[in-house]
């Protein structure tokens, strides 16, 4: 631990000398759980409006293309910590932890001089690292009236559980040391199932009817047995507690759903909106004290989410809606307003760019690249043209999804199905037959029908399973 503390502290310091005499930004990084940018009105959602997190876009940059590497809460952010694969961490599943004494981006800012906070929801199931100041739901947390734990003392909270991640990061905000730049991660918990609204947005869309997503009723035709045997449809594999009431006697099929989708999608939505009424807070804060011109700001989820997309909710697979992230930046002294990126972007470079930005070396053992030129229009011509994807959790939880791999390129995206838990640290036990999915994201963006085999794809089909391989061997991962 001495001579890992000695390192980092020689990073930092490398990182000091080399942006000696530049100003150094502040960062406040804020994450939601499970917000899909279809559920953005920046990202031309057709079921909701998000005025405060639009600011960050309309000032700064939307990220078109920004990937997660594995669709699950726990090892997405691991791997936004450290800047590496879940299987370099570990961090494979909700079950696994980050050890404390990983190197992570935290630690490296805090030698580097920034006071480090971090308020919400944490998951990674060990204390945090590398924060002068943590305050973080215990697990998933509850909406009302949460336990949080700061600093390693637990204490019971009256209030909603957004509003209270607001109050908490504001008031970090107002206390931290001025003399220093700063790192905030404010986490919030929202909209994660089972989307509990605030009371002030309690009856927010009675009366309306929300639009359906054009394949709500997805018969998974075309497409591997993965897909049919995943539970999370609408409806069919939810409870009570997901649409707050009783199950209608004799309700079934697409009736079911479409009953089942408004009461979600709803609660859902409500969620949402005392996340943006929080970030508009923040916001707020920033302008009040003159601090928007050095102060980069950050609006993303953990991963992606099925909002009825397939007949489903919840994540975990490769398609796009699983797969996609939203994320909005704002830094008034190098980004022009109202910008819009396509370049391909992963949660594995979020670290390495925040380094970036403050003037500190990025670690060898990163797996990640610094966009921070991309963000200005900058596109380096290097930069990645293919995406690496690993989802481990075979056939556990309630959602039966199989374990699998893929690489997505701006064109086509190549899915195996491995069949069996092999290198996996969950408990799922069934070996299940191995299969491939290929689509065509230009011609079938809504990824309804695989063409795998079919012989006009057999050369991309071809250079798509080269590329995987490539791909694993460069992130130094396992093929089943």
Known sequence: MQRRDFLLSSLAGAGMARGAGARRPNILFIMADDHASHAISAYGSRINRTPNIDRIAQGGVRMDNCFCTNSICTPSRGVILTGQYSHITGVKTLQDPLDPAR????????????????????????????FDYWNILPGQGAYYDPVFIENGEKKKHQGYCT????????????????????????????????WQPGPKYAHLFDGQTIPEPDNLFDDYAHRSEAAHRARMRVGENMNRNDVKTDFPPGLKGNDLRRW???LYIKDYLRCVQSVDDNVGRLLDYLKAENLEQDTIVIYTSDQGFFLGDHGWFDKRFMYEESLRMPFLMRYPREIKPGGLNRDMVLNLDFAETFLDYAGLKVPADMQGRSFRQNLRGRTPKDWRKSMYYRYWMHLTNDHYVAAHYGVRTHTHKLIYYYGKPLGATGTGKEITPPEWELFDLKSDPREMRSVYGEAEYAKVQADLTKEMARLQELYRDTPA
Request: net charge positive.
């Open 103 to 130: 190197q992570n981006v935290a630690k490296l800012l805090q030698a580097g001089g920034y006071a480090t906070g971090i308020v919400g929801k944490w998951h990674l199931h060990k204390d945090p690292a590398g």
């Open 163 to 194: 509003d209270l991640i607001g109050d908490f990061s504001l008031n970090w905000l107002k206390g931290r040391p001025k003399d220093k730049p700063f790192f905030l991660m404010c986490h919030h918990k929202a909209p994660h199932r089972n």
């Open 260 to 262: 089942a989708y408004q």
